[in-house]
C-alpha cells in the first residue's frame, strides 16, 4: 500500500534550537497538508499545498514556523527557534483533488 | 458556532452493541464528508466517505447524511474491543479550498 512517509517519528530537543520534519506524500498526489495535534486544541491544519504551490498558512506562527516543498516528494517544516509550546505530534497528509487526505505516522515533537 | 462539532465523550458502549457518533457542520455548502479513525498514539486512519444525502454500508460501519439539518453520523454495529478509538469527522467544506475541516473527536470505548 502507498503511504505518506514521515521522518522523523520522534524528536526531542532543548528550547531555541531548529527542528527540522520531513515529509514524502503519496506519489500522484497533488495536495499536501502539515497538521499539529495537541490534547487540547485537537488537530490543527498549519499549512497545506496544491501542486507544491503553498495555499494557506495562516495557521501556522508566522515568526517561528516555515513550510516549504522544494519538489514533488519532498515537504518540509522547520521550527526556528523551537519552543516548549511547539511540543505536540506534528502530521503531514497528502491527497489528490476532493478525494480524501491520507496521513503519515506522524513526528512526535518534545521541545525540553 | 465551531465549523465541525462532535460530542467528545468518552461514549462507552458494551461489546455487541451499536455505538452511534454523531457530527454536525456548519457550512452549507459542504460536499464531502468523512470518518476518520485513530487508535492511542496513531495516526488518523480513513474509515468511511459519505458524499450525498442517505446511508453508505461498509461492513459493521454505516454513514449517514443529512444535509438538510447539515448533520452526518456514524453507526458501528456489533461493536468490538478493537473498535475503541477516537473517531474524527470531517468535512470538505466549500469555501475551505478543499482541505477538510477536522472535529474533535469523540472518544469509543468498547466495553467486553
Known amino acids: 500500500d502507498a503511504r505518506v512517509t514521515q521522518t522523523p517519528r520522534h524528536k526531542v530537543t532543548e528550547m531555541g534550537q531548529e527542528v527540522t520534519m520531513r515529509c514524502q506524500p503519496i506519489?500522484?498526489?497533488?495536495?499536501v497538508f502539515w497538521y499539529r495535534q495537541t490534547m487540547m486544541q485537537g488537530l490543527e491544519l498549519l499549512a497545506y499545498?496544491?501542486?507544491?504551490?503553498?495555499?494557506?498558512d495562516s495557521g501556522m506562527p508566522k515568526d517561528r514556523f516555515s513550510a516549504e516543498m522544494p519538489d514533488a516528494t519532498l515537504a518540509t517544516l522547520k521550527i526556528q527557534p523551537s519552543e516548549p509550546r511547539d511540543s505536540a505530534v506534528y502530521f503531514c497528509?497528502?491527497?489528490?483533488?476532493?478525494?480524501?487526505?491520507?496521513f503519515g505516522d506522524g513526528t512526535r515533537l518534545s521541545i525540553l | 458556532q465551531k465549523e465541525v462539532e462532535q460530542n467528545s465523550g468518552p461514549l462507552s458502549v458494551p461489546e455487541g452493541a451499536i455505538a452511534s457518533l454523531n457530527c454536525t457542520y456548519s457550512d452549507r455548502g459542504s460536499q464531502s464528508f468523512f470518518w476518520y479513525r485513530q487508535y492511542s498514539g496513531k495516526s488518523p486512519e480513513l474509515i468511511m466517505s459519505i458524499y450525498s444525502n442517505g446511508d453508505k454500508e461498509d461492513g459493521r460501519f454505516t454513514a449517514q447524511l443529512n444535509k438538510a439539518s447539515q448533520y452526518v453520523s456514524l453507526l458501528i454495529r456489533d461493536s468490538q474491543p478493537s473498535d475503541s478509538a477516537t473517531y474524527l469527522c470531517?468535512?470538505?467544506?466549500?469555501?475551505?479550498?478543499?482541505?477538510?475541516?477536522f472535529g474533535k473527536g469523540t472518544k469509543l470505548s468498547v466495553k467486553p
Open positions: 497528509a497528502s491527497g489528490w483533488g476532493d478525494q480524501p487526505q491520507h
Open positions: 499545498f496544491r501542486n507544491r504551490a503553498p495555499l494557506d
Open positions: 506519489l500522484g498526489h497533488n495536495t
Open positions: 470531517a468535512v470538505n467544506a466549500w469555501k475551505s479550498q478543499g482541505n477538510l475541516i
